[in-house]
């Protein structure tokens, strides 16, 4: 072989080379990059979902604890309804949060304490019902409760099945 033409095809295999090597290592800094901002995204979506859960869950306790005083005459008229006007306001941030379903729980739990707050003023008159809708309401809040630890603990790395 001629010693130029190996010289040419050496250079060739070389620039071949690193060129292969710029791309894999563009490649890897890329996905590296992509990721860092997944799990950036996903801190912070998870702090804000957080807050959100966090109000909600403090409001309907406080709205079942007032029931539950209501219940036995230990609280004062009206602080029930006060009560189920803050986690009105407390509703639509954990609904925006999401997923679905946490949003699905949080507006049925928003649905019978609204009822629950309606049947309030007349508590001896509607007292079977009252009571159905508080047991599945309450329930409801225990439910919600255990579905947002678990959205709170995905860290985003979890493949999702269709």
């Known amino acids: 072989m001629d010693a130029g033409l190996a010289a040419v095809l050496g250079a060739l295999a070389g620039t071949v080379a690193t060129v ?8 890897t800094s890329r996905d590296q990059a992509e990721f860092a901002a997944k799990v950036e995204h996903v801190r912070q979506r998870r702090e804000g979902r ?12 406080k709205v079942r604890d007032l029931y539950l005083g ?19 306001d407390r509703w639509l941030d954990a609904t925006l949060a999401g997923p679905s379903d946490v949003a699905e729980l949080a507006t049925m ?33 225990d439910r919600f409760t255990v579905r947002v630890r678990q959205v709170l603990d995905d860290d985003g790395t979890q493949v999702e099945s269709s």
């Open 20 to 27: 292969g090597a710029t791309f894999v290592t563009g490649r």
């Open 50 to 61: 957080e807050l959100a859960y966090r109000g909600f869950v403090s409001a309907a306790a």
């Open 70 to 88: 209501e219940v036995w005459g230990r609280q004062t008229p009206g602080a029930f309804v006060a009560a189920v006007s803050e986690l009105e």
């Open 109 to 141: 739990i928003r649905r019978g304490l609204q009822q629950m707050s309606h049947l309030a003023a007349d508590p001896v008159r509607h007292e079977d019902l009252l009571m159905d809708i508080a047991r599945e309401t309450l329930a409801g809040i």
